[in-house]
């Protein structure tokens, strides 16, 4: 099973900065939407942001929107999450998804997307 691996998660203070990477040995990014989710305790998994292969086309959630940015570099084989002005809302395990779905308004439904990281931990506390 091909995997993504997430990376840059941590413990912040409200206020603070973090950018998550995602990104494989295993295959190409280029060809896919990558999605951004996350899963807080007791909560369902939810789509935050996604963006497409050619790193155009790029949708957020309105709980991160402004403060949230998805950006991919395909030569690095690599897509990052600069996350700003971070809450304790933002408190989550964070994953990566690829899919061969565009990013568009039904992004965060994760069944459209085939391969999937193991998640990193983002906890937002003073």
């Given at each position: 099973q091909l995997r993504l691996a997430e990376s840059g998660g941590g413990l912040v203070q409200p206020g603070g900065s973090l950018r998550l990477s995602c990104g494989t040995s295993e295959f190409t990014l280029d060809?896919?939407?990558?999605?951004?989710?996350?899963?807080?305790?007791?909560?369902?998994?939810e789509g935050v942001s996604c963006i497409g292969s050619s790193g155009v086309t790029v949708e957020y959630a309105?709980?991160?929107?402004?403060?949230?940015?998805?950006s991919r570099d395909n030569a690095k084989n690599t897509v990052y999450l600069q996350m700003n002005s971070l809450k304790p809302e933002d408190t989550a395990v964070y994953y990566?998804?690829?899919?061969?779905?565009?990013?568009?308004?039904?992004?965060?439904?994760?069944?459209?997307?085939?391969?999937?990281?193991?998640?990193?931990?983002v906890t937002v506390s003073s």
């Open positions: 060809a896919y939407t990558i999605g951004w989710f996350r899963q807080a305790p007791g909560k369902e998994r309105n709980s991160v929107k402004g403060r949230f940015t998805v990566c998804a690829a899919g061969r779905l565009p990013c568009g308004p039904y992004y965060y439904v994760s069944t459209h997307y085939d391969y999937w990281g193991q998640g990193t931990q």
